[in-house]
C-alpha cells in the first residue's frame, strides 16, 4: 500500500513536473514563441537600418552637394533653371 502512495505521489510530482516544462511560464513553448518574435524583430530591424542608411547618405549628399539639391528640386518640385525651357508631352487620349 505504502509502495503504490510513493508511486502515485512521484508520478503526480512528475506530471506537475512535465507541466512547467512544457506548458508554463518560461517553458518550451513560451521559450519557441519567444525565439520566434526575435527573429521577426531582427528582420523588422535590419530593414529599418537599411532605410537608415539610404536616408543617412541622401541626407550627408544633400549637405555636401549642390548638385544632389538641384536634382531633388527638379525632380521633386518640377523646378527648372533659368533660360532653359520647359516641355510638357503628352500622348494622343487613344495612345492612353
Known amino acids: 500500500m505504502r509502495r503504490r502512495l510513493a508511486i502515485a505521489a512521484l508520478c503526480l510530482v512528475l506530471g506537475a513536473l512535465q507541466y512547467r516544462l512544457w506548458a508554463a511560464d518560461g517553458g518550451v513553448v ?3 514563441r519567444l525565439q520566434q518574435a526575435v527573429g521577426r524583430q531582427a528582420q ?3 530593414e529599418l537600418q537599411q532605410r537608415n ?3 543617412e ?3 550627408t549628399d544633400l ?3 549642390g548638385a544632389a539639391i538641384e536634382a531633388h ?3 521633386e ?3 527648372i533653371r ?3 525651357a520647359f516641355y510638357l508631352v503628352v500622348g494622343s487620349p487613344a495612345a492612353q
Do not use: F, P
Open 73 to 75: 528640386a527638379r525632380s
Open 30 to 32: 513560451d521559450t519557441r
Open 53 to 55: 542608411a539610404v536616408l
Open 44 to 46: 523588422v530591424n535590419g
Open 57 to 59: 547618405a541622401e541626407v
Open 77 to 79: 518640385l518640377g523646378m
Open 63 to 65: 549637405r555636401n552637394g
Open 82 to 84: 533659368r533660360g532653359e
